[in-house]
């Protein structure tokens, strides 16, 4: 499993230098992201008005956990209420 803190996150929406990295990373494994850190990218998004679309895009990157309790591959996030319902 791959823990991403906002810092890479952030690289990955906005291409910043080093955002292959995290994306190539990422889409091979696992990858999750801690509430705060998540919460730290929301409010980034949120100051220049794309909270929304990070949180809609992220839902399509998510995968949820399977009822038996084991992993599923595929991101997964902190739920926000942001995004659509």
């Known amino acids: 499993m791959i823990v991403l803190d906002a810092s890479a996150l952030l690289a990955l929406i906005n291409r910043e230098p080093g955002w292959e990295v995290v994306a190539r990373v990422a889409a091979g494994d696992d990858a999750t992201i801690s509430a705060v850190n998540y ?3 929301l409010q980034k998004a949120a ?3 794309i909270a929304g679309e990070i949180d ?3 839902d399509e ?3 949820p956990s ?3 309790g084991g992993s ?4 997964r ?3 926000t209420g942001t995004g659509p319902t």
């Open 47 to 49: 100051r220049v008005g």
């Open 56 to 58: 809609s895009a992220l």
């Open 77 to 79: 996030r902190p739920s």
């Open 66 to 68: 399977p009822p038996s």
């Open 39 to 41: 919460s730290e990218v």
């Open 61 to 63: 990157l998510t995968s």
């Open 72 to 75: 599923t591959p595929g991101w």
